[in-house]
Nanobody
Framework: VQLQASGGGLVQAGGSLRLSCAAS????????MGWFRQAPGKEHEFVAA????????YYADSVKGRFTISRDNAKNTVYLQMNSLKPEDTAAYYC????????????????WGQGTLVTVSS
């Protein structure tokens, strides 16, 4: 499966952005999806994940209550709604796909999209 992330940009602290990740292929609905982020000089950090059905979601403590992951299998798209953004949310955000259950480890994911940059100014 091929993944294409979009929706990043520059936003002031306290603002919102919605990231999208469009997937190619007819098997999108069978994959768990995750969002990760990487700030300069740092490793990939888990942000959120969702099961193939959308029935189960998982969040990093740092974004819980502010970010919401969702998916529309009819549109082959997963979303990350980001509210109350903070400067420490600044990073390149990546979507990823894996078979089976969602996981928090980046190495568990088989397919990756290119990053979309989110910059939060103070």
């Amino acid at each position: 499966v091929q993944l294409q992330a979009s929706g990043g940009g520059l936003v002031q602290a306290g603002g919102s952005l919605r990231l999208s990740c469009a997937a190619s292929g007819r098997t999108f609905s069978s994959y768990a999806m995750g969002w990760f982020r990487q700030a300069p000089g740092k490793e990939h950090e888990f942000v959120a994940a969702i099961s193939w059905s959308g029935g189960s979601t998982y969040y990093a403590d740092s974004v819980k209550g502010r970010f919401t992951i969702s998916r529309d299998n009819a549109k082959n798209t997963v979303y990350l709604q980001m509210n109350s953004l903070k400067p420490e949310d600044t990073a390149a955000y990546y979507c990823a796909a894996k078979g089976g259950a969602p996981k928090v480890g980046a190495r568990e994911y088989d397919y990756w999209g290119q990053g979309t940059l989110v910059t939060v100014s103070s």
